[in-house]
């Protein structure tokens, strides 16, 4: 009787906690789809070039990864690495004329605008203060045709093709903007997961939803 209850708790309690989270992440960006992975604790470190060594980021949380729903397309959108509700502590959006609730904080993280291109989004729900870690997530194949199909957009907000593997404890993700961040995830197999799903995301077209 026990382990049938157990086996059935785990689920629910499973389905409560990614529906939470979906709720949550769409107050920052009203624009996510699907939730496609979650993990109870991750820490943010970025790579100092001049120092040649990680710095740990004020960033630590459930992490998820999301489809987003970009089919209007052309708006302008305001992707920023770190966001922080409002003072007035209602739900933030974000709408076409590029401007937000959401305020980046640290100088040293860098903001996305321009056409709304960002089918994935990876967001850190931040436990030890107000701002949210966010990275912007676009299949590799996207960046290129914008290069060639929409060179204008490409001079005035130049984006690269990403990469991510795993090293040392941590997923490393090149972002588009050429910048290095460090994810370090407590659950170990977690790890390797979060891998994977963003490897996939990258190395394939990008798709209206998953299974």
């Known amino acids: ?28 960006d009203p624009k996510i789809k699907q939730l496609l992975f979650h993990t109870p604790h991750a820490s943010i470190y970025k790579w100092d070039f001049n120092k040649n060594e990680w710095n740990k980021l004020e960033y630590q949380g459930v992490l998820a990864i999301y489809l987003r729903d970009i089919s209007q397309g052309g708006d302008l959108f305001n992707f920023e690495t770190s966001m922080t509700e409002n003072n007035n502590n209602t739900s933030a959006s974000i709408n076409s004329n590029n401007t937000n609730n959401f305020h980046p ?24 203060n107000p701002d949210n870690f966010s990275m912007a997530i676009v299949p590799n194949s996207v960046i290129n045709k914008r290069k060639v199909f929409d060179a204008i957009d ?16 941590l997923v490393i993700i090149k972002n588009l903007k050429h910048e290095i961040y460090g994810i370090w995830i407590h659950t170990v197999a977690d790890r390797q997961n979060i891998y994977e799903l963003i490897k996939y995301l990258l190395e394939n077209e990008p798709q209206d939803s998953f299974a």
Do not use: Q
């Open 1 to 28: 009787m026990t382990s049938t209850a157990t086996s059935t708790t785990e689920p629910t309690l499973d389905f409560y906690r990614k529906a939470l989270n979906y709720n949550v992440i769409g107050r920052y």
């Open 105 to 128: 904080r640290d100088k040293d993280l860098t903001v996305l605008t321009g056409k709304d291109i960002y089918n994935y989004g990876l967001i850190l729900l931040n436990r030890i």
């Open 154 to 169: 490409d001079g005035h907000n130049p984006l690269e093709c990403m990469g991510v593997e795993v090293k040392d404890d």
